[in-house]
């Protein structure tokens, strides 16, 4: 059981939750910056429609949720490296994140949300792009995704939707 998992089942004994935490995360450090999770949480009354997929990450998780029984929703929660570590550990969950993609798409709709530690191009920011932005771009791209949200300037989380 993971460190964030044991915190979430105290908050509210009406919600289900799945949740990861950086393997490298201490509890009893003050200074927790850059690392940390990603969780998931549900009410109790779905647990019937609502299952853990199967992904092994510190920093991504995904729940499978059966709208009907031919209609399933694939909601892919991920917590990217900060730019302290490499660009090839990045690139890494961004390998992940493009299997999970890749393999559920054929099955229902995927949704993809977190903080990528990223910047993607947007009408409202004018940023140059380094070696990660663009490396999470090009996934993006490859899996005809697109941005719906962007809260990059309140707390980093963005949801990934595929292109119509």
């Known amino acids: 059981m993971t460190k964030i998992y044991t915190c979430l089942c105290n908050i509210n004994s009406a919600y289900s939750s799945f949740a990861v935490s950086d ?3 201490r509890l009893d450090c003050a200074l ?3 690392k940390g999770g990603v969780a998931i949480m549900w009410k109790r009354q779905y647990d019937n429609i609502v299952s853990r997929l199967p992904i092994t990450s510190d920093r991504i998780i995904g729940i499978q949720v059966e709208l009907s029984p031919s209609y399933f929703v694939y909601i892919i929660q991920s ?3 900060n730019k302290k ?5 990045f690139a890494e969950y961004i390998e992940t994140l493009n299997y999970l993609v890749d393999a559920y798409t054929d099955k229902g709709l995927v949704i993809l949300m977190g903080d990528m530690n990223c910047h993607v191009n947007s009408t409202r920011v004018v940023k140059h792009l380094d070696g990660r932005d663009l490396c999470f771009g090009k996934f993006l791209e490859s899996n005809k995704l697109t941005t719906v949200t962007t809260l990059w300037t309140i707390v980093g989380g963005w949801v990934y939707l595929p292109i119509a």
């Open 23 to 25: 393997n490298s995360l």
């Open 32 to 34: 927790k910056v850059g």
């Open 79 to 81: 917590y990217l490296p």
């Open 85 to 89: 570590h490499t660009r090839e550990k």
